[in-house]
């Protein structure tokens, strides 16, 4: 059963408008959410976190909101950037758990055309 | 600082060959973790380790075997390897385990085909 899941394969954007990556999760135990950015030969880099007693953290041009009702998070890219083009994951981990283990959805392959 | 570096960059193995994936962090940092990255399937936990002397099962350990002697290595090692372990592999390493924003930072991966 998928614990973390992102339900696009992919998302085209264009240039300068607002990309939105979405997210939902099924365990209520997991408090810790983060974006992953991947670009194709190299390693994920860590982008951006929330903890959920937060509904919402930006950094820069990224957004990420936290809905825990519906467990859902999305992350918002704005204005996009052609080198915003890569595969996103969302991850999720649950101190409540007794795990710090990250769960990964199986990612969101986005594409900024210019 | 190289952070997390990741040995070989890619390798063909034959089934049933033993191999070793080598994986260093210079970052102090006290959790270890091995991934394996499959088209459709994003990133699943192989083993991971909390601290050095200790190791644990992730989601996917089978046929594969991991060690911790000390805080920067942390070798993955297929004993037999077979055509289904074709997949890309990533070592990441985080602060954790104990802290509730524990964040992982990956290294640049491993390429491996068993033919």
């Known amino acids: 059963d998928q614990q973390v899941k992102q339900n696009s394969p992919s998302l085209s954007v264009q240039e300068g408008r607002i990309s939105i990556l979405n997210c939902d999760y099924t365990?209520?135990?997991?408090?810790?959410f983060l974006w992953y950015k991947k670009y194709p030969a190299e390693g994920p880099t860590f982008l951006i976190s929330?903890?959920?007693?937060?509904d919402k953290n930006e950094d820069g041009r990224f957004t990420v909101f936290l809905n825990k009702s519906a467990k859902h998070l999305s992350l918002h890219i704005v204005p996009s950037q052609p080198g915003d083009s890569a595969v996103y994951f969302c991850a999720a981990s649950g101190t409540g758990a007794g795990s710090y283990q990250l769960t990964f959805g199986k990612g969101t392959k986005l594409s900024v055309i210019p | 600082i190289a952070g997390i570096t990741q040995a070989p960059t890619s390798q063909i193995l034959a089934a049933g060959r033993r191999m070793t994936l080598r994986c260093t962090q210079d970052?102090?940092?006290?959790?270890m973790y091995w991934y394996r990255q499959d088209l459709g399937l994003g990133l699943r936990l192989i083993h991971y380790s909390n601290t050095a002397g200790t190791t644990g099962k992730g989601e996917v350990p089978d046929g594969y075997s991991v060690s911790r002697a000390n805080t920067d290595d942390f070798p993955l090692t297929l004993a037999s390897a077979v055509p289904s372990q074709t997949s890309v592999y990533f070592c990441?390493?985080?602060?954790?385990?104990?802290?509730?924003?524990?964040?992982?930072?990956f290294g640049p991966g491993t390429r491996l085909t068993v033919l």
């Open positions: 970052m102090r940092h006290n959790a």
């Open positions: 929330i903890s959920s007693i937060k």
């Open positions: 365990n209520s135990m997991f408090d810790y």
């Open positions: 990441a390493s985080s602060d954790g385990p104990g802290s509730s924003t524990d964040t992982q930072y």
